[in-house]
């Protein structure tokens, strides 16, 4: 550096950038925060909606100035701080108390004082993604595999389910494992295609796939009614004992065989235990797996495919059963979207759903079981809680994925390290120095 030349300070640095940014954020507010429509008695009418702007620049500018000389700080500190080596393996205690804590919370919802029928109704949405997000975490978080059709199985689980009950008279506990099944069949079949490809192709070609699927359930009305659906698709029962009113001569309810009032809360409750046990077998699976020579064959291929290769694992065997295994628990979670509906069509398994359940992988932390829980709430609960915010799910989703970006890149509750860690041996003491003669 030149002398009598001095570098601008940092304050003088976040300024630049945080009014640069805040102009942006004045240009791009002009068009989408500016105008409003309003329904009149004469018809639509665009109103302005000036004041909004400066709002937008003026958070865009607080943002900006305190996410620069925070990162700058943060970034420095961690550079002053002395490496540190983790010599033994230990359990996240703090991770396994909130899921232990989170487990116990679902499990007493129902009969919590402020529990009630529609509460426990969004519950069961979000148990929902929470099974689906752990499915694709098992293609996504563990195997590094990016899938953007995951989709694709959660409407074959779902059509499957809803043919076989309807036209062969299969119960609920029989359809729910051959939907499984089936689904993971067609994993396997979408996982010889992408044999050879990683990284943005891998993705374009599942997100080609989930389309194709969907088309097929649009077109082929012979089969799945096409744009109209399948309606009256059976629901689970209690072990033969339905939730209904008025049982068929000679067949108890639920309500009858146990003496109770009937309401329809019973079904409600039992559809949110049952998918409560299906995400919890699905939890259980995954973190037993890991630990198993194929979950440890998944993060090799996550980490370095070539070195994979190079250690004698078959990245065949491996994509393919990553696949499998992803697609049957997005299967199985189809099965009980459809059952819990009573009616499915192909705008339930569009692009967007798979961008959500992606999300909510990317943001809970590829690999990390509690922060898909967490991610879930956040991205579907919030918004079904509070309706307010439907209008701005998608905003909402482009300012958590920025923000995890910067802040958090590998999620909430990232989990990325591997299932087994050796401990660095002891160095040995150096021998004293024999005194000078």
């Given at each position: ?23 942006v954020?004045?240009l ?42 925070g ?21 996240n ?21 402020f ?101 097929i ?7 799945t ?26 067949h ?11 309401t ?7 559809q ?36 994979c290769?190079?250690l ?32 499915i ?19 809970g ?32 989703f482009?300012g ?32 004293a ?5």
């Amino acid at each position: 550096m030149a002398a009598g030349v001095s570098s601008p300070s940092p304050v003088a640095v976040a300024l630049k950038d945080s009014a640069a940014a805040a102009v942006v954020a004045a240009l791009l507010a002009v068009p989408l925060l500016g105008f409003r429509l309003m329904d009149r008695s004469q018809g639509p009418e665009l109103a302005l909606r000036l004041s909004w702007i400066p709002i937008a620049a003026a958070s865009v500018f607080v943002g900006r100035f305190a996410l620069t000389l925070g990162g700058g700080a943060l970034s420095r500190g961690l550079a002053r701080r002395p490496p540190t080596v983790t010599l033994v393996d230990r359990p996240n205690r703090g991770r396994r108390l909130a899921g232990w804590a989170m487990a116990g919370f679902a499990l007493a919802l129902p009969f919590l004082p402020f529990s009630d029928r529609n509460l426990i109704d969004k519950a069961t949405l979000v148990l929902i993604y929470v099974m689906l997000g752990w499915g694709l975490n098992v293609v996504v978080g563990l195997a590094g595999l990016l899938d953007l059709g995951y989709v694709a199985f959660y409407a074959v689980g779902a059509y499957s389910y809803a043919l076989l009950s309807l036209h062969f008279g299969l119960t609920f506990w029989i359809c729910l494992p051959l939907a499984g099944l089936l689904a993971g069949t067609v994993g396997m079949i979408l996982g010889f295609p992408v044999l050879r490809l990683r990284g943005d192709y891998l993705a374009i070609v599942t997100l080609g796939f989930g389309e194709i699927v969907r088309i097929i359930l649009l077109n082929w009305q012979s089969l799945t009614g096409g744009p109209n659906g399948i309606v009256d698709i059976h629901r689970p029962s209690f072990f033969g004992l339905p939730f209904t009113a008025n049982p068929p001569e000679g067949h108890p309810s639920f309500a009858t065989f146990f003496g109770l009032a009937y309401t329809p809360d019973h079904r409600i409750i039992f559809q949110y235990y049952l998918i409560f046990a299906l995400a919890l077998a699905t939890n259980l699976f995954t973190l037993r797996i890991r630990k198993l020579p194929i979950g440890r064959a998944w993060e090799a291929l996550r980490e370095d495919e070539t070195a994979c290769r190079s250690l004698g694992l078959n990245p065949t065997t491996i994509k393919l059963s990553a696949f499998a295994i992803g697609a049957m628990f997005g299967g199985l979670a189809g099965s009980f979207f459809a059952t819990r509906q009573g009616f499915i069509s192909p705008e339930s398994f569009n692009f967007l759903e798979s961008a959500m359940i992606l999300a909510i992988v990317v943001l809970g932390g590829m690999g990390s079981q509690v922060g898909i829980v967490l991610a879930a709430v956040i991205l579907v609960g919030l918004p079904e809680w509070f309706r307010d915010l439907q209008l701005y799910r998608m905003l909402a989703f482009g300012g958590a994925m920025v923000l995890i970006m910067l802040w958090r890149p590998r999620g909430l509750l990232s989990s990325r390290e591997p299932t087994i860690r050796l401990a660095t041996a002891p160095r040995p003491a150096l021998p004293a120095p024999e005194p000078a003669a």
